[in-house]
């Protein structure tokens, strides 16, 4: 079975700087999709990045990239120059065949001015 | 609509009472999703239709909780007999794509989700 972990509860930095939110998961797959999704308290959750497992080259979008370890299984999401828009909860998730999303349990972002 | 409608945005229902939970997903998506999230915690997967096929629904908790998407666009999470662990928001998402590489390579669309609070 898969999982994804992401090991911190809450960060918090001041706006301007850059963070880093981890996550790491466990599959026997060999091609998979990775995600990082925004939840800002409306509830909607909001595609941030996504990672194909055969793509080596580390997704980007914008302000925001990840750090892609196949063999670590590691997922970790960097934001730079972060805005008091970033302030929401974000999730990674992991997809594959069985069509499930497998989410971790969020990490609680909050950018301060 | 130009996205996916959920309906209600909010339900408070006494323990023991049945709820359905709406979802309208986006015109012509095939592929639509149901998740669970608990209060601080990630969404867990309820259940998958492709139109009106129900293709998984491993994730649903107990045989109280039933969906259906009869005309394979509308679908409806019925709740029996509801308890305090029901208690969640419910959220929806969409897809036009049939197949799982297509599901992930594209966004998939969210609704706002249900809050359902269960006294």
Not at chain 2, 68 to 96: F, H, M, N, W
Request: overall charge neutral; charged content about 20%.
């Amino acid at each position: 079975a898969q999982t994804v972990t992401q090991s911190q509860p809450e960060m918090s930095v001041q706006e301007a700087e850059t963070v880093t939110l981890s996550c790491t998961y466990d599959t026997s797959e060999n091609n998979y999709y990775l995600f990082w999704y925004k939840q800002p308290p409306s509830r909607q959750m909001i595609l941030v990045i996504r990672q194909e497992a055969y793509k080596q080259q580390n997704a980007t979008e914008n302000r925001f990239s990840v750090n892609f370890q196949k063999a670590a299984k590691s997922f970790s999401l960097k934001i730079s120059d972060s805005q008091l828009g970033d302030t929401a909860m974000y999730f990674c998730a992991f997809g594959a065949s069985n069509y499930q999303l497998i989410w971790g349990a969020g990490t609680k972002l909050i950018i301060k001015p | 609509g130009a996205g996916v409608s959920q309906s209600p945005r909010y339900k408070v229902a006494k323990r023991g009472q049945d709820v359905a939970l709406r979802c309208d997903p986006i015109s012509g998506h095939v592929s639509l999703f149901w998740y669970q999230q608990a209060l601080g915690q990630g969404p867990e997967f309820l259940t998958y239709f492709q139109n009106e096929a129900q293709l998984d629904k491993s994730g649903l908790p107990s045989d109280r909780f039933f969906a259906e998407r009869p005309e394979g666009s509308v679908s409806t999470l019925k709740i029996q007999r509801t308890q305090q662990e029901d208690s969640a928001v419910y959220l929806c998402a969409s897809s036009p794509y049939a197949g799982w590489v297509l599901n992930f390579d594209q966004p998939q669309h969210f609704g706002d989700g249900t809050r359902l609070s269960i006294l």
